[in-house]
């Protein structure tokens, strides 16, 4: 735990920096280190500036050894300053909410009826006035102004008690749902059977990311992750209109991220600083980590790796991109020894159009572009180390071959 702390200082210092002055961070942990955290960031943001300490429930529950079964997260939400951004979040009401309080139905629907009344004096005010022989209570004021009031009339949305008080009939869908509070059981974990699923450990459902993304920021803020992973914030970043910049130190999860972005933006340019710059680069990674190059060389083909198709000598990837009028599923292969495995990634059932990439990288991606050409009839275009070290002139290759596929492909 110290040298994770040490190691957290600097870098939460160096962000803190980095922040806008509307800026907020929001720090992920668990309950082995929150309270440790906690003091440290009060140290650097200034514990005037800790916002919240939001419980995500992130599992089902299951036993546990002589104590409570641990289901939870932590997230802790500081700002850089006291004005920070800050969008409120609503969520629905649930079933026993309205069950209990929206007990009333005419032809517009359930509705609850609420008091015309608010707390405060207003005497010789506009919020002070007959209204059908009634006085606001003492200490009480109209809610509203007479015209609205009138409004309301008009529209038969007043009901009267028995001794003439107005009550308002609040329908269910002019409720915006319930603030958000800091405990949040709406967003489950990933499953196997996710569809998000990328194989990481740690991966986060991407709903917990925008909520998190929307609540603290505005369309065309910048996003930055530094511990991005497998790039689930830059996913929703880029859904919600944000830029974004996301980093990590694994080369792997750095890929798996490259791979999830490029398929977001349809293969528009992404910049990238730290892969492998030219092909000698690449191709030490390939002598002494094969299977990172596999996955590498998957993601700058736009794909993430399958591992139910890859195998020791060959890493199989699929991913998907959308055209102007269809979408295209991708396949790609990237030999790892120079007597290919000849296999194909498992595709979901669908009416897909299907483009192939091989990553040339020998004689055996050679040998398979020719076998992949005999046994499918799709499009099968190989890609060298030269130019997936230059991603934009991937992202512009594929894009114009997949583009002009858009009305033959099948």
Known sequence: ????????????????????????????????????????????????????????????????????????????????????VWNPTFVQYSQAYLDGYYTHEDGLGRYQLITCTAPGDRTNTRAHYDWRGKLPPPGRHWAWKCEQMQKFESEGRLVYSANGTPRLKRYISEGRGVSLQDVWTDINRLDAHSDERVGYD?????????????????????????????????????????????????????????????????LKDVTLVGFPADTSSALRILQRYPSAFGIWGTSM?????????????????????????????????VPLRSNAVRVLPRQRLGHLSKLGLILNTGPAATDLKRWLNRQLDIPVHMIGLDSLVQPSSLARGISSEVLALASSAT
């Open 1 to 84: 735990m110290a040298a994770y702390l040490v190691m957290m200082a600097p870098r939460l210092s160096l962000i803190r920096d980095a922040l806008a002055n509307d800026g907020s961070l929001y720090v992920h942990c668990d309950s082995a280190s929150s309270h440790y955290l906690r003091v440290l960031l009060d140290r650097i943001f200034g514990p005037e500036n800790f916002r919240n300490e939001v419980v995500w429930k992130r599992t089902h529950a299951h036993s546990s050894s002589r104590r409570f079964g641990p289901v939870h997260d932590t997230l802790l939400f500081y700002s850089r300053s006291s004005k920070y």
């Open 202 to 266: 740690t991966q986060k459902p991407v709903a917990l990311l925008e909520r998190i993304i929307r609540s603290s920021s505005n369309p065309g803020d910048l996003v930055l992750d530094p511990f991005c992973g497998t790039g689930t914030s830059l996913v929703a970043a880029e859904r919600l209109g944000r830029s974004w910049i996301g980093i990590d130190n694994s080369l792997l999860a750095c890929s798996i991220a490259l791979a999830r972005v490029r398929q977001e933006v349809n």
């Open 301 to 333: 083909l736009a794909t993430l790796p399958d591992r139910y198709s890859s195998t020791g000598r060959m890493t199989a990837g699929a991913g998907s991109i959308q055209g102007k009028r269809r979408h295209f599923e991708l396949i790609s292969l």
